[in-house]
Nanobody, 124 residues
Framework: QVQLVESGGGLVQAGDSLRLSCAAS????????MGWFRQAPGKEREFVAA????????YYADSVKGRFTISRDSARNTVYLQMNSLKPEDTAVYYC?????????????????WGQGTQVTVSS
């Protein structure tokens, strides 16, 4: 069992930065790849970024590549999403998720534990 709690969301202006955190409970954190997804009103949940178990490999959606950085701190059982140069189109609820052993990094179906989400709103 893995429990995930996101924090760090808020209301910012275009061009600002935010860092999201996802604290994981349970002893399986280090054995799990982790991902961030987001969902805007009326839209499907979409992949944002993911990081392998070791942290040696990272994956990004084209829309955030070069602006967002995912990282993990195994000592703190925490995964981060540093978001720079935010745009109004980044406005969404952001979810942290723990990946299954199999399945795609890029699809929600590849993840079996989810946090409750944190709202990010970017004003123009």
């Amino acid at each position: 069992q893995v429990q995930l709690v996101e924090s760090g969301g808020g209301l910012v202006q275009a061009g600002d930065s935010l860092r999201l955190s996802c604290a994981a409970s349970g002893r399986t954190f280090s054995s799990r790849a982790m991902g961030w997804f987001r969902q805007a009103p009326g839209k499907e949940r979409e992949f944002v970024a993911a990081i392998s178990r070791s942290g040696g490999s990272t994956y990004y959606a084209d829309s955030v590549k070069g602006r967002f950085t995912i990282s993990r701190d195994s000592a703190r059982n925490t995964v981060y999403l540093q978001m720079n140069s935010l745009k109004p189109e980044d406005t969404a609820v952001y979810y942290c998720a723990a990946k299954r052993d199999s399945g795609s990094y890029y699809s929600p179906s590849g993840y079996d534990y989810w946090g409750q989400g944190t709202q990010v709103t970017v004003s123009s």
